[in-house]
């Protein structure tokens, strides 16, 4: 039995590390953020009917019509998070959603802050979180749009839903030399994902490339 668990769980590293030379061979090269992916589970946090699909390149339903993102839109958006030479001691996340995306930006950040609305995925992915030994994580069941101010200021935002413009009180939370990562146009329509660097003459944004995200909503929902 424990021969057969070793042996599965081996299969599945093999799996993780294909993957996570895929994405370098498109572009993800970033070596920490590289190591982030090969170290964190990604068959955990879907379910367990769609773990044989864990390690494809694509993303995958968690339920309440939010989807588990791509893994390389995961690694794109961690390396334009990462890729200054500023510490990012503190990173706000907006979207826990299935807590994949927060998990490697845990493996990364000293501290991790994660917002989500939908209480019905917060509450499953907080208990998996910890239940993985992540003890860096902050959590809260919240209007993404507010942010989390107290948390404030922020060396990182990323963003895991589409806005249709940035929303100011996210980017009043961004620290100056701060960074944010983020989805933009509307649901259905053209979407960018955007680095927007602030400074202290005001913000610099970047399109990256073309993405389609769920749409980031006002509110809570149990």
Known sequence: ??????????????????LVDALQAKGVTNPLVLE??????????????????????????IGQAQT??????VGVMTQALFSSTRPMNSVLEIGTG??????VLAELAKRVCTVERIR???????????????RNIEYRHGDGFVGWRERGPFDGIMVTAAASEIP????????????MVLPLGEDGGHQQLCLLRKTGNGTVE?????VRFVPLLRGVEA
Not at 168 to 179: E, F, W
């Open 36 to 61: 982030a992916l090969r170290a964190v589970p990604r068959h955990l946090f879907v379910e367990d009917a769609l773990q044989y699909r864990a390690y494809e390149d694509s993303a995958l339903p």
């Open 98 to 103: 299935c807590g994949y995306q927060t998990a």
């Open 68 to 73: 588990i993102s791509q893994p390389y839109i």
């Open 168 to 179: 100011k009180m996210l980017v009043d939370q961004l620290d100056i030399g701060g960074r």
């Open 206 to 210: 970047e399109n990256l490339l073309p």
């Open 1 to 18: 039995m424990n021969d057969t668990k070793t042996l599965n769980q081996a299969a599945l590293q093999r799996a993780r590390d294909r």
């Open 120 to 134: 019905s995925l917060q509450q499953p992915s907080e208990q998996r979180l910890r239940s993985l030994g992540y």
